[in-house]
């Protein structure tokens, strides 16, 4: 019955897919599909290429390219390389990036359909070339910015790979006799080939002849019950074509889907998408299509072409990869885009460390020790540390965010803050912690030092979402809590009193929920017990297994650990009560013996208590505390382990990855993914700190590839009040029958609150941010709803990392329960050319400001007139003719050839080339005005039994390449004008002139 109902829903999802039937599950569940290679089995064979390749580069990887379409071996490379050289990886961090990676190829096929996103409609097929360009310029700045969240732009390079791979199967490339990818696709604003006419026919209709087999498919596929009814649901059998010989033109052209007649019609004369979903397949001006998506006379007509078009997209996607490498010239940057670490000097991965510290006069008995701390801090580990972050805050000044290379330059700036100025009330916390949030890298640690609550706690919000987006850990360490102001009441107490508990001593409470959320330490320590936290709180790689809140004494918890588990840390945190010192303590071993002694003791003070213990063998601990009637705010359970499974959250519907808070009411997916797991049995949604699930516990199911476990459509209620929570699951290890628990990093939040939000600007559509031209005038329409059991007032904030000029409703907005309210957001544009802004809104609510929703974009202003063409590359002479003409015996024979190159626009920037040993004249003035327009040539002498692959890069980073097979037989039906290549005979119109005049500019540069 299950496996019908998947069927049902798979294909009714298909109706919405437009492009290599999107992902590997519909294969799993309707056998119509036979050997369909899917958009994700294609990405995921390039990235696994890409990574081997890069692995070969940096740490001499032994074994085999893994052959297209196998499973990555990542076990048996971690095997071989293991502590080999420089590069750094993590099996389930690799795993959990094939996951954003796989989401996000599948990603466009799950929106409303555009042509410009799959390289349908032959009037869209230039500007569609256009786009991927501009979007790789934006991408390539954004994995060069600084604080650059690389989740996000695997999520934006996996939408633009989809695309990429479109081009293989929905337009005739294959049909036109090409069995080379097209190097132009992204890469300028013409594809290199002739485009078909407006007027001019593309296709002829197709009849409705089958061959045998064609008609035992057809026939079988409506057959049976599993799949004749969600056929007939999602398309019309009509539609199903099997066509050859349909086409007729000898240019570049492209189908009309039926699902994007908004963009442009169909006229008689043009191609169809064709196909079961497509109504332009069987009703059209002509009927028939050419889409390669799958391996099925269902779904595809030229469905004998679909391996050929997904090879050529494999290889299509391993150069996309290989071309944004070349484009950053930064092996560590790549690196982490495929999530591998570069570091010289160490074997773990690699991180960055942030302080953000009060140097209010009220700190001036603890700055010192605090100085000590970040000394050990900063020095601890500093061969896995990539950069540090200083921002120290005072009030009303906070910042700036200062950035340092090395752990004594950082130390020094440290040693020289001092503790002096500020008001008698709360400081700027907040607003220091944003600015540094925004500006550092993904998966730093930051350490905020403070003795105060925080003005500006609206930020929160903001802050929470910023560090889910960029994994960011968040620690608070205080040295008391010196200043504890009162609830000041005034003649408009009314209006005040969301901000007077926003800026009370309570808030302090947000600093542990902060911590929580981000897999944080929330510890209270000074003088010598700071000293000892700074050694040891500051160890990365811990996971959470159990926690309690609001636990009143006395309390008897035996807690259990699996055989994988190493350290135990147990911390205690007693609020702003500070009544750990009227409780006793103990945490007794399996023997009843008290396991406490001095050496697990690391703090022990009125706010806060952490013991550390040793275990290798999985005995309990029993924690004990003995109190009249105490209260203790949290107590937490962390383990290291060698076993860390990813767990990530996705939206339902767009599969898009979610990072922060979930909207109430709105459908979620979560998986988990554990390379060393053989199962994962249950998965509980609680309050974070309370044992009482939400909803009944869940039990995974078995999600795409090994070793993944997904719980789909998650629903959480509109809440109020405490409104975190926490995801455990338990699982078994793979050969062992030991059960282990854990729970997971990434916290849940949602509220009675609901934000929505649409963004356009003058230049671009709703929804689809992308780029901004220089002062654009950006509108963001926005929606507030109430979902919570009484009438509120909304506060509504807006942000951005540019402060650009913006206008909208800054009052309270009173909404009445299950109401709505409508606004607008206005802003200019207004920061330089390249620069890459952070847009965030929030709503909250003036009288619980823990109630809030928010809402992102990123966006890229761009230059109107950027260059859009990349470098010319002409292949003008080779010798290769004279190469054995057996391939087998190439070893010992060479060849020359000769190259001419120049970039129009920008002007040529630099070359690369794998093989060949190459002279090339006039190189130093590449970087000149002089290189604008200019004719460059390089002559290389290869071995028979290498291509010839030579890149050219101009300043905008776009890539032109020359390449040439020596042992090729003819040239593509569709050749290049940027890569093109010719044997001796047809190189006539240059040849020795060429060599002659590359000759004397070798003469005159000597």
């Known amino acids: 019955m299950l496996l019908f109902v998947l069927t049902w829903i798979l294909s009714i999802f298909f109706v919405f897919c437009n492009g290599f039937a999107t992902i590997d599950e519909f294969a799993k569940v309707l056998d119509v599909f036979k050997d369909t290679k899917f958009h994700d089995n294609q990405l995921l064979t390039a990235l696994c290429i890409t990574q081997y390749e890069f692995l070969k580069r940096h740490k001499s990887l032994k074994g085999e390219r893994p052959d297209f379409y196998d499973e990555c071996p990542y076990d048996k490379w971690l095997k071989s390389t293991n502590g080999s050289s420089n590069a750094i990886f993590d099996v389930d961090e690799l795993e959990s990036i094939k996951d954003e990676f796989e989401s996000a190829v599948a990603a466009p096929d799950l929106r409303s359909m555009k042509p410009t996103e799959h390289f349908d409609l032959e009037s869209y097929i230039t500007e569609t070339n256009v786009k991927l360009l501009k979007d790789r310029k934006n991408l390539l700045n954004q994995i060069k910015a600084d604080g650059a969240s690389f989740s996000d732009i695997r999520e934006k390079l996996g939408e633009m790979l989809h695309t990429v791979q479109d081009f293989y199967s929905h337009t005739n490339w294959v049909e036109l006799g090409n069995d080379k990818i097209n190097p132009m696709v992204g890469m300028g604003s013409n594809l290199g080939v002739q485009l078909n006419g407006e007027k001019e026919v593309a296709c002829t209709p197709c009849d409705k002849k089958f061959t045998a087999e064609e008609q035992k498919e057809v026939d079988d596929a409506y057959g049976g019950l599993l799949t004749s009814i969600p056929l007939v649901i999602v398309g019309s059998k009509d539609n199903v074509y099997s066509c050859r010989g349909n086409m007729v033109t000898k240019h570049l052209t492209s189908g009309y889907y039926e699902s994007e007649k908004d963009f442009r019609a169909m006229e008689e004369g043009k ?9 332009y397949g069987g009703g059209g001006p002509t009927v028939g299509g050419i889409n390669k998506d799958a391996a099925t006379v269902i779904m595809s007509p030229h469905y004998y072409l679909h391996h050929t078009a997904a090879n050529l997209s494999v290889k299509a996607t391993i150069k996309y990869f290989e071309d944004i490498r070349t484009a950053l010239n930064d092996e560590r940057l790549f690196g982490k885009l495929i999530g591998i ?15 953000v510290i009060d140097t209010t006069g009220s700190m001036v008995n603890s700055i010192e020790s605090i100085k000590k701390f970040v000394e050990k801090l900063v020095k601890k580990n500093s061969n896995e540390t990539l950069k540090y972050f200083l921002t120290p805050f005072n009030d009303p000044e906070f910042g700036p965010v200062k950035t340092f290379n090395s752990p004594e330059q950082m130390t020094a700036a440290v040693k020289g803050l001092e503790a002096k100025g500020g008001g008698t009330l709360s400081e700027k916390m907040y607003a220091a912690l944003m600015e540094t949030a925004r500006k550092v890298p993904e998966s730093t640690a930051i350490y905020v030092f403070t003795d105060s609550v925080s003005k500006n706690c609206r930020l929160l919000p903001s802050i929470m979402r910023i560090a889910a987006k960029k994994n960011l850990q968040i620690n608070f360490f205080l040295p008391g809590i010196t200043k504890k102001p009162r609830m000041r009441r005034s003649r408009s107490s009314s209006s005040n009193s969301g901000l007077n508990k926003c800026e009370s001593e309570e808030s302090i409470e947000d600093f542990r929920k902060l911590a929580l959320a981000t897999d944080g330490q929330f510890v209270v320590a000074s003088g010598e017990s700071l000293q000892k936290a700074a050694e040891t709180l500051t160890d990365s790689n811990w996971q959470r297994l159990k926690m309690f809140s609001n636990i009143n004494t006395p309390f008897n918890e035996t807690i259990e650990f699996d055989k994988s588990v190493k350290e135990v840390e147990i911390s205690m945190n007693a609020g702003t009560s500070g009544n750990l010192n009227t409780v006793r303590v103990d945490i007794v071993n399996e023997n009843g013996t008290n396991a406490v002694t001095g050496e697990n003791i690391l703090i022990s003070n009125a706010y806060s208590k952490v013991f550390r213990f040793n275990t290798t063998d999985g005995s309990p601990l029993t924690i004990l505390i003995d109190g009249n009637n105490q209260t203790i705010e949290q107590i937490d359970i962390k383990i290291k382990s060698d076993i860390s499974p990813n767990v990530i959250i996705t939206d339902s519907d767009s599969k898009k990855y979610v990072r922060g808070a979930l909207k109430p009411g709105q459908k979620y997916d979560i998986t988990i993914t554990c390379a060393p797991c053989s199962d994962i049995s249950k998965v509980v949604i609680s309050r974070c700190g309370d044992n009482t699930p939400i909803m009944p516990p869940q039990t995974p199911e078995k999600c795409g590839r090994i070793n993944r476990w997904c719980v789909k459509d998650i629903q959480l209620p509109p809440v109020s009040g405490d409104n975190q929570f926490c995801i455990s699951y338990a699982g078994n290890f793979k050969n062992d029958d030991i059960n282990f628990e854990r729970i997971a990093q990434q916290k849940l939040t949602t509220s009675a609150l609901n934000l929505n939000t649409t963004f356009s600007t003058e230049t671009e559509s709703p929804n689809d941010p992308g780029e901004v031209y220089p002062n654009d005038n950006i509108t963001i329409n926005y929606s507030i709803e109430n979902l919570g059991e009484s009438d509120d007032e909304i506060i509504l904030k807006v942000t951005s990392s540019q402060d650009l000029p913006m206008n909208y409703f800054k009052d309270p907005i009173k909404i009445g329960k299950g109401k709505k309210a409508l606004g607008n957001i206005y802003i200019t544009a207004n920061a330089p050319i390249g620069s890459i802004v952070d847009i ?34 002409t292949v003008d002479y080779s010798t290769a003719i004279s190469c054995p003409k057996n391939p087998k015996h190439c070893k010992n024979s060479t060849y020359v050839v000769l190259i001419s190159f120049k970039d129009v626009d920008s002007g040529v920037s630099t070359v690369n080339y794998p093989r060949g040993q190459w002279q090339i004249a006039e190189r130093n003035l590449f970087h000149s005005s002089y290189a604008v327009n200019h004719t460059f040539y390089a002559m290389g002498v290869h071995s028979c039994c290498d291509d010839v692959e030579f890149n050219v890069m101009d300043k905008e980073h776009l890539i032109g ?6 042992y090729q037989k003819s040239l593509p039906t569709a050749a290049m004008t940027s890569s093109s290549s010719s044997p001796l005979p047809s190189m006539i119109r240059i040849s020795f002139f060429a060599v002659i005049v590359f000759v004397l500019f070798l003469v005159l540069r000597a």
Do not use: R, W
Request: aromatic share 4%; charged share 25%.
């Open 961 to 966: 390449q020359c390449t040439l097979e020596p």
């Open 341 to 355: 670490e570069i570091s010289e000097t160490s074997s773990k991965m690699v991180s960055s460390k942030a302080i």
């Open 271 to 279: 191609c169809a998408h064709g196909g079961l979903t497509d109504n």
């Open 840 to 873: 965030e809104i929030c709503a909250t609510s003036k009288s619980d400001p823990s109630q809030h929703s928010s809402d992102d974009y990123t966006v890229f202003i761009t230059d109107p007139n950027a260059d859009l063409d990349a470098p010319e590359c």
